[in-house]
């Protein structure tokens, strides 16, 4: 189970506007997911702003914007801190294997979820079979033993985002080769993304960053 991804993605809103872009590295199966990823953001009149993530079974690095050059650019996050900083991040962290790892989305909300379309279809000349996935976040809450998840989806449904539904593509050895999200944020605007994994089974290096860069 490793695999090359690569995300681009937008943001349209009428007080928001951004586009994002990554490419990274995906290892393992289950619990046991190693992501090594770098995304960048770009919006209006600003800097593109790179953000680094490195996010192992028993650990979380981020390097965050502006701190490249810094002479301990990575952050080790602690997963039992109670500071919300510190939750933000194990949250922006939690999104990326999701994302990394579509099996995952899958069966953490597995009742929740209903495939309510199939079809072939050929992605980079290769066939596939393309699923059209709908999450019921409001079923999600109420099966959901996590009280912190169960919160963050019942404020999302509160908010007026009551499912979620998503197009993924999976080749005839049963590997997802291309994911797409589409969907209305109320409030905020549309979320649009799309990733691409490619080189199923080939050598990666996910490791830990040196400990002379990490504070």
């Known amino acids: 189970r490793t695999a ?16 994002f872009t990554g490419e990274g590295v995906l290892r393992g199966v289950g619990s046991d997911v190693a992501v090594k990823f770098t995304q960048v953001v770009t919006r209006p009149d600003a800097d593109p702003q790179e953000t680094g993530f490195v996010v192992l079974p028993d650990a979380l690095y981020l390097l965050q914007p502006g701190r490249h050059t810094a002479a301990r650019p990575w952050t080790r ?72 998840v169960r919160a963050q989806l019942l404020q999302q449904v509160r908010s007026g985002l009551t499912q979620i539904t998503s197009n993924l ?22 979320l649009s993304i799309m990733g691409s994994y490619r080189d199923w089974g080939r050598d990666v290096e996910i490791e830990a960053p040196p400990g002379s860069q990490v504070r």
């Open 169 to 190: 593509w999976i080749d005839q050895l049963s590997r997802p080769v291309r994911l797409v999200v589409r969907q209305e944020l109320p409030g905020i605007g549309t």
């Open 77 to 148: 996050v602690d997963r039992s801190s109670t500071d919300p900083e510190d939750q933000q991040l194990l949250a922006q962290a939690a999104t990326l294997i999701d994302s990394a790892d579509p099996a995952r989305t899958i069966s953490r909300y597995a009742g929740a979820t209903s495939i309510t379309e199939t079809a072939e279809d050929v992605i980079a000349g290769d066939p596939a079979v393309r699923y059209t996935l709908v999450v019921d976040l409001a079923r999600a809450a109420a099966l959901q033993p996590d009280p912190a």
């Open 4 to 19: 090359r991804i690569s995300l681009r993605g937008e943001l349209a809103g009428a007080a928001i506007t951004m586009k």
